[in-house]
């Protein structure tokens, strides 16, 4: 007598149409499916979300890994990336918002009702794609890739916000997760910060940033606002599940670290089918080679960032000319061979 494959029942914990509610069933679709892996990009409008998809696949197909993404935002009408599943195949918002006189967020909250109730459509959708790396570009809202703009890190305020988002989003989301924070090369084109890249990636002794939240609260609200922030930062700090990555999506040194990054939450090997006509990136992504070396972060996006970029671009190209170059034979052989 053989036993059927043990099949996770859907979940129930969380309210339909949300999308912590749609992360929760393609999570329930991955294991019950047997997927290989993938990547789950969620965060607050703005935050990069599609761009990011886009870069990666391009990415991934560099270092040739087969990829596809599967668009899960009604309202995104236009990626640049090709979309391998489209729930605007399935609802459309602005329809949806047309035909039963809704405004965006009921709009938004129909349609992936909508999803939900065809989940069939997408599993069916997601077993077409064999054994393709997946990335989901989720509707824009707060609920695992998070992504976050590095712009909350110039008000303190915003940026506990942010830290706070971000561990909700880890609390309620049953698999591992990535906080990043996106748009990096452009921290250097605000108003300093007082204190370095690290301090804020680390997300270390919140209590240094008292100061900068009185500052805020002085023209603002009551002393109550600043000491409920800082009681946030201290319950943040407690749980001590939050860390950032950094990203500038069109730096390959960023997107291959922070690849490297999710690969390792996810527990992702490179296939044998990877292996072939590999380039300079593909190599890289295989071994704790020097090109993937991270330096310091202040050094690299604040202090020294139009020299780092320079010393980047010539490697590239010099990397370029060398993968371009015809072999010679007898510099590689020897001249006895």
């Known amino acids: 007598m053989t036993s059927s494959p043990l099949k996770i029942p859907p979940p129930t914990s969380f309210q339909p149409g949300t999308i912590c509610s749609i992360v929760n069933h393609v999570t329930v679709s991955f294991y019950n499916l047997a997927m290989p892996f993938g990547q789950l990009v969620v965060g607050n409008p703005g935050a990069g979300k599609s761009t ?50 809704l405004g965006p967020n009921g709009g938004m909250l129909y349609a992936l009702e909508e999803l939900e109730n065809n989940f069939e459509w997408l599993e069916e959708g997601l077993k077409e794609l064999g054994e393709d790396y997946i990335l989901f570009d989720c509707p824009g809202q707060l609920v695992v890739v998070h992504l976050s703009d590095c712009i909350c890190l110039t008000q303190p305020s915003l940026y506990i916000s942010n830290l706070l988002l971000s561990l909700r989003g880890m609390l309620q989301m049953d698999m591992p997760c990535v906080n990043v924070l996106t748009k990096i090369d452009l921290i250097s084109t605000y108003e300093p910060l007082p204190y370095n890249l690290d301090f804020y990636t680390d997300v270390d002794d919140l209590s240094r940033l008292q100061p900068y939240l009185d500052e805020e609260t002085t023209s603002r609200r009551s002393n109550k606002y600043s000491r409920l922030t800082e009681l946030i930062g201290q319950m943040i700090e407690r749980y001590g599940l939050v860390r950032y990555e950094v990203l500038a999506v069109e730096n ?26 590999d380039t300079v990136w593909q190599v890289a992504m295989r071994n704790e080679s020097s090109i993937m070396d991270v330096p310091d972060l202040q050094e690299r996006w604040i202090d020294n960032k139009e020299a780092y ?17 015809p072999m010679d034979l007898d510099d590689e052989w020897g001249p006895n061979h």
């Open 52 to 101: 990011y998809c886009d870069g990666m696949h391009q990415f991934l197909g560099a270092i040739g890994r087969a990829c596809s993404v599967v668009n899960l935002d009604p309202a995104n009408d236009r990626t640049n990336y090709p979309c391998a599943i489209d729930i605007r195949d399935l609802v459309k918002l602005e329809e949806a918002m047309a035909d039963d006189k």
């Open 309 to 325: 970029d320079e010393m980047e671009r010539e490697e590239e190209e010099q990397m370029r000319r060398h993968a371009e170059a």
């Open 252 to 277: 390959k040194r960023s997107m291959m670290h922070l690849l490297r990054v999710i690969d390792r939450a996810g527990g992702y090997v490179f296939g044998g089918a990877e292996g072939a006509n």
